[in-house]
């Protein structure tokens, strides 16, 4: 079973990276292949809007986002690593969660014109394990946390969480310190147990 973890920030090897790597490396003990996938590398635009993919389905823009999308379709755990920017996630993040989401359920619905209600067959990211990570120098966690969660339980996943919300604290002044977290590496160690926990349950 394999389990990607995205690193949301612009910044390769900072906070976010660390505490999602954390994760991974915790997932690996425990027999995991793991990725872990740097936004700040990738070219993703935001989505135009443009609907096409509730007939192709498939995104019409040709960035990174479909390399990105077999990823996180092809495995079983996800985890989506977020820096907290002004209260939120960054607009990378956000536009490869709008685009993931929006084409994901149209890869197993169809659109019905004629009626407001619909019949939701599941998305593509049905019963995968998704978690949650966020990382703030000092405060908007929620917020940014809420997005994460937002976009995992409309997407049909299964949520994971940790004896406390899967935040880390660090970062004033632009450091690179959330090892000094040990309460955070403590919530992340654990919320990948619980990952690995609910992932091999459900294999079984
Ligand atoms: C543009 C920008 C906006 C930020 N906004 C917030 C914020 O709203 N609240 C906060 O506590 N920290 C904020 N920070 C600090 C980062 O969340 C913090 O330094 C974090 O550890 C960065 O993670 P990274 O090293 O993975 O990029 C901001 C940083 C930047 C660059």
């Given at each position: 079973?394999?389990?990607?973890?995205?690193?949301g920030s612009p910044?390769?090897?900072?906070?976010t990276?660390?505490?999602?790597?954390?994760?991974l490396?915790?997932?690996r003990?425990?027999g995991?292949?793991?990725?872990l996938?740097?936004?700040?590398?990738?070219?993703?635009d935001?989505c135009?809007?443009?609907?096409?993919c509730?007939?192709?389905?498939?995104?019409?823009?040709n960035?990174d986002?479909?390399e990105?999308?077999?990823?996180?379709?092809?495995a079983?755990?996800?985890?989506?690593?977020?820096?907290v920017?002004?209260?939120?996630?960054?607009?990378?993040l956000?536009a490869l969660?709008?685009?993931?989401g929006f084409?994901?359920?149209w890869?197993?619905?169809?659109?019905?014109?004629e009626?407001s209600?619909?019949?939701?067959k599941g998305?593509?990211?049905?019963?995968?394990?998704v978690a949650p990570?966020?990382?703030?120098r000092r405060?908007?966690?929620?917020?940014?946390?809420a997005?994460l969660?937002?976009?995992a339980?409309?997407n049909?996943?299964?949520?994971?969480?940790?004896?406390?919300?899967?935040?880390?604290v660090a970062?004033?002044?632009?450091?690179?310190?959330?090892?000094?977290?040990?309460?955070?590496?403590?919530?992340?160690?654990?919320m990948?147990?619980n990952m690995?926990?609910?992932?091999?349950?459900l294999?079984?």
């Amino acid at each position: 079973m394999k389990v990607i973890g995205f690193n949301g920030s612009p910044r390769e090897k900072g906070n976010t990276e660390f505490l999602v790597e954390t994760a991974l490396e915790q997932l690996r003990k425990q027999g995991f292949e793991t990725e872990l996938v740097r936004l700040g590398d990738k070219n993703i635009d935001q989505c135009s809007g443009c609907y096409s993919c509730v007939e192709k389905k498939e995104c019409s823009i040709n960035d990174d986002f479909a390399e990105l999308f077999q990823k996180m379709i092809e495995a079983d755990g996800i985890i989506l690593g977020s820096p907290v920017y002004h209260a939120s996630i960054p607009p990378k993040l956000k536009a490869l969660l709008d685009r993931a989401g929006f084409l994901g359920r149209w890869v197993v619905n169809e659109m019905k014109s004629e009626d407001s209600t619909y019949q939701w067959k599941g998305t593509a990211f049905s019963g995968k394990v998704v978690a949650p990570i966020t990382v703030a120098r000092r405060a908007g966690q929620t917020f940014a946390f809420a997005q994460l969660l937002l976009w995992a339980t409309v997407n049909d996943t299964i949520v994971v969480g940790s004896n406390y919300w899967n935040v880390g604290v660090a970062g004033t002044g632009g450091k690179v310190d959330a090892d000094q977290d040990t309460e955070g590496i403590g919530i992340i160690t654990h919320m990948a147990d619980n990952m690995g926990y609910v992932l091999k349950k459900l294999k079984n």
